[in-house]
């Protein structure tokens, strides 16, 4: 079946940004949990990882709001990565109610920055927006009227 999931890249901070939105939507990691490049076999003509590389993970998937698949990697520069977060991609979450949309709203804005309060827009909706503690832009729209 088709899907469509948000792939997420962290300098080196996946496993807690992870456990943060584990602790929010609920849920278990998807497969056998985390893959750590610890884990990568050893590869011909390829330079061994650096120790403190080895733990951080490789790749992990969430599922929020009960389809949706929420992915992430740790991207280190010592592998030649440049992580900026910009502002030119957000998770839109619809949840089914507004009270649904309110406790996620509240738990993903701590630590981070309201972009949009929630409130009711003219297009019919209960939208708002905000920026979590990692720098991950989220938009909530949810069509329960009151």
Known sequence: MASVSTYLNFPRNTEEA?????SIFGGEFYGNGPMRFGDIPPQENTPPLPEEDKILIMHVELRILGVHSLMGTDAPESMGFNINFGNNSYINLQPDTRKETKKLF???SEGG?????????FWGDYYGSCTDKFGVQWMFNCGEKV
């Open 113 to 121: 920055k309201v972009t949009q309060e929630l409130q009711e827009m």
């Open 18 to 22: 992870f456990n943060f939105y584990k």
């Open 106 to 108: 509240d738990a993903l």
